[in-house]
C-alpha cells in the first residue's frame, strides 16, 4: 500500500514555511523524501531511518515518529526553488521494497 | 559520470503491441525499481530486483513482465494485456532501501 501524504497541495508565498506529512499503515523502516519538478525526475532530500539516524540536506529538516509510522518534512522560508512536488517513500522492512505516496503540489510565490 | 539511464525519453506505439522500455545504471547498484506515474496517483511500483535473476511484483505488476540479467540493466516490457498502457514510466536504482534511490529521466509512453 502506498503511504498516505498530507496536504495534497499547499500555496505559499516566498518565505513563509510549510509541513508535509507522510503516514503508514505498516510498520516503517526507512522513510524517503523527494521533490520533482514538472517532467523531471524525483530529486532526493532526506531518508530518515528506523532508531533515529537522519541524512539528507542542510536546508530541509524532517521527523520519524516509529511509534505513529509517521514522518513529516520541514520548508522553512521557503523559496521559489522549493516549488514542485514532494513524495514521500517508505520501507516497511530491510527488504528492497520501496512504495511512494501520491505527492504534495507545492507552490511558492513571490 | 555514474547514472541512471532510461531510454527512449518519448515512446509511441500502436494498441495490442508489446514494448519493451530500457533502464540501465553504472553505479554498482544491487536494487532497480520500476514505476508508473500518472497524473494525481504519484508513484506507483510496478516491480522491484534486489539481485540478479531475482524479481518481485510491486503493487501494479499486472500488464507488465521484467528481466534482471545482468545487475545493470532492468528492462520493462508494456505488454498488450496492460489496459491503460499510456503513462510515464521512472526506473530507479540504490544500494539498499535505507540510501538514496536515484531515477532516471523517465520515458513518457503513449499508445494510440
Known amino acids: 500500500q502506498q503511504p498516505v501524504q498530507s496536504p495534497q497541495a499547499v500555496i505559499l508565498r516566498e518565505g513563509e514555511d510549510a509541513v508535509i506529512n507522510c503516514s503508514s499503515s505498516k510498520a516503517l523502516y526507512s522513510v524517503h523524501w523527494y521533490r520533482q519538478k514538472h517532467g523531471e525526475a524525483p530529486v532526493f532530500l532526506m531518508i530518515l531511518l528506523k532508531g533515529g539516524e537522519q541524512k539528507g540536506h542542510e536546508k530541509i529538516s524532517a521527523s520519524f515518529n516509529e511509534k505513529k509510522q509517521q514522518s513529516s518534512l520541514y520548508l522553512t522560508a521557503s523559496q521559489l526553488s522549493y516549488s514542485g512536488t514532494y513524495f514521500c517513500?517508505?520501507?516497511?522492512?530491510?527488504?528492497?521494497?520501496?512504495?511512494f505516496g501520491k505527492g504534495t503540489l507545492l507552490t511558492v510565490n513571490p | 559520470d555514474g547514472g541512471i539511464t532510461q531510454s527512449p525519453k518519448y515512446l509511441f506505439r500502436k494498441e495490442g503491441q508489446n514494448v519493451t522500455l530500457s533502464c540501465e545504471q553504472n553505479?554498482?547498484?544491487?536494487?532497480m525499481y520500476w514505476y508508473r506515474q500518472d497524473p494525481g496517483q504519484g508513484l506507483r511500483l510496478i516491480y522491484y530486483?534486489?539481485?540478479?535473476?531475482?524479481?518481485q511484483k510491486g503493487d501494479i505488476a499486472e500488464g507488465y513482465s521484467v528481466s534482471r540479467e545482468k545487475k545493470e540493466s532492468f528492462p520493462l516490457t508494456v505488454t498488450s494485456a496492460q489496459k491503460n498502457p499510456t503513462a510515464f514510466y521512472l526506473c530507479a536504482s540504490n544500494d539498499r532501501v535505507i540510501t538514496e534511490a536515484f531515477f532516471g529521466q523517465g520515458t513518457r509512453l503513449t499508445v494510440v
Open positions: 530486483s534486489q539481485i540478479v535473476n531475482d524479481f
Open positions: 517513500g517508505s520501507s516497511g522492512g530491510s527488504n528492497y521494497k520501496l512504495t
Open positions: 553505479l554498482n547498484h544491487d536494487a
